[in-house]
C-alpha cells in the first residue's frame, strides 16, 4: 500500500499562503477579544474613571516601592533625635534661656542640636559683633559630647525668618548682602573648629516667599552663599532645607551635602477652610521623596523639623491651654514622634522644645516632658 498517496489539492499562491499567514496573525485570543467587546459597551464616564485609578494605582505603586527601598537602604543606620534650641523663642515664652537649655540636655537627654546664628543678635551694629550667647550654647553642647547643626545665612528658624539687624534695613542689596558675606565668614571662621560642630544648614526653606517676605531670594545668591561655606570651611557638610516639602525633587543648585524636610500634620488654615487642617500624607510619602532625591542627587535626606508645638490661629503664648491642644497635646505628640519613625529618616530634629518647658513650669503640665521621656528614652547622638 502507497502511505505517501498524492494528494489532489492544489498548493495555495503565494499570494493566498501570505494572506493566510496575515490573518492568523491578527486572530485574537478569546480574553482579549471579550475585553474589548466588554470596553466598547463601557460609558465614558466610566472609561476615565478607570484610566484615572489604573494610573493613580501605578503611581501609588512605584511610590511606595522606592519608600520601602529607601526604608530598607538605611534602615540599620543609627536613629538620632535632636532639637532647635532658639534662646530668643524660651524669652518669648518668659522662660530662663539657659535653665531652659541645660532642662533639655540634661532631663530629657538631647546631645543633639540645632543652633541659629541670628545675624541682629550676633551684630547689633556695624562691625561689633557678640557670640558671646551662641558661644555658651557650644561650651554646654560640648560638656556633654554632644553635636551641633548651625544655621548661618540671612533666612534662620522662627518668624520673622529673616532676623537682619536694624542697621541693614532698607539698604540695597548691594550694600547689605557684602555684609551679609562678612558676617558669615565670621561665623564660620569662629565654630569651624569646635569639636561640638557636624553640619550648617545654609539659610531656611530659602525659596519659600509664602510665608516670610525677605527681599530679594535668587538661586544665584544661594549658590554664592554655599560656595562661601565650603570654601572657608570645606570639612563640614551643609544641609539645605527644603522649600516646597510637599512637592518636588532638588535637582537643581547647589547640590547639598543632606537636604532638610520639614513636616507638620496638624496647622490651622487661615486662607480658606479658617479650621483645622490635617496634612493627609502617610509616612511613607516622605520616604518615598527621600527616596527619589537620593536617585536623582545622590544625597540623603534628613526631617530638620517635625512639629511638635501646636499651630492655632493666634498668637501662641495667648491662646488657651485648649486651643493649643486642639492641635498638639500629650496623645498628638506621642503620634508625631512615632510618624517621624515611620518615615525612614535616621535624623530628626523636633521643634517645639521651649514649648515643653514653658507648659511644664508655667502651668504645672508634665504630660509633654514625660511623654518625650516615654518615647524618646535615648535620644542619640553625640559620642564624640
Known sequence: MNRFKKSNQKPLSDTKAKK???????RELPGKKRFRGWWHNRKRWQKVCLIIFTVLFIFTGQAYAIALWYQHKHKNEPLVYGITFIHNYAEYFGLDAHETFLALRDDLGFKRWRLVSYWEDNEPKQGQYDFSELDWQFQKVNEVGGEVSLTVGLRQPRWPECH??????????????????????????????????????????????????????????????????????????????????????PIGQPRAD??????????????????????????????????????????????????????????????????????????????????????????????????WYWRKVKFNDLSLWNTIKTEIPNPGGGSR
Not at 215 to 231: M, P, Y
Open 20 to 26: 493566510l499567514l496575515t490573518s492568523l496573525g491578527r
Open 258 to 355: 543632606q537636604f532638610g524636610v520639614s513636616v507638620y500634620k496638624r496647622v490651622w488654615d487661615k486662607t480658606i477652610t479658617k479650621r483645622y487642617f490635617e496634612y493627609p500624607f502617610p509616612s511613607w510619602y516622605y520616604s518615598w521623596r527621600a527616596g527619589l532625591t537620593e536617585m536623582f542627587t545622590g544625597r540623603d535626606s534628613m526631617l530638620h523639623e517635625l512639629q511638635a508645638e501646636p499651630w492655632p490661629p493666634t498668637d501662641l503664648k495667648t491662646s488657651s491651654i485648649a486651643e493649643q491642644n486642639k492641635s498638639m497635646d500629650s496623645k498628638r505628640l506621642k503620634e508625631r514622634i512615632e510618624y517621624g519613625r515611620d518615615t525612614g529618616f535616621r535624623d530628626i530634629d523636633l521643634w517645639g522644645a521651649e514649648w
Open 164 to 249: 537682619t539687624p536694624d542697621w541693614v534695613k532698607g539698604q540695597p542689596k548691594s550694600m547689605w548682602y557684602p555684609e551679609l558675606k562678612e558676617y558669615m565668614t565670621k561665623v564660620v571662621e569662629r565654630y569651624k573648629d569646635n569639636p561640638a560642630l557636624i553640619s550648617y544648614q545654609l539659610e531656611n526653606e530659602y525659596f519659600l516667599s509664602v510665608f516670610a517676605d525677605c527681599g530679594e531670594a535668587s538661586r544665584e545668591r544661594l549658590v554664592e552663599e554655599f560656595n562661601l561655606i565650603k570654601q572657608l570651611d570645606p570639612d563640614h557638610p551643609i544641609i539645605v532645607s527644603l522649600s516646597n516639602n510637599y512637592l518636588g525633587i
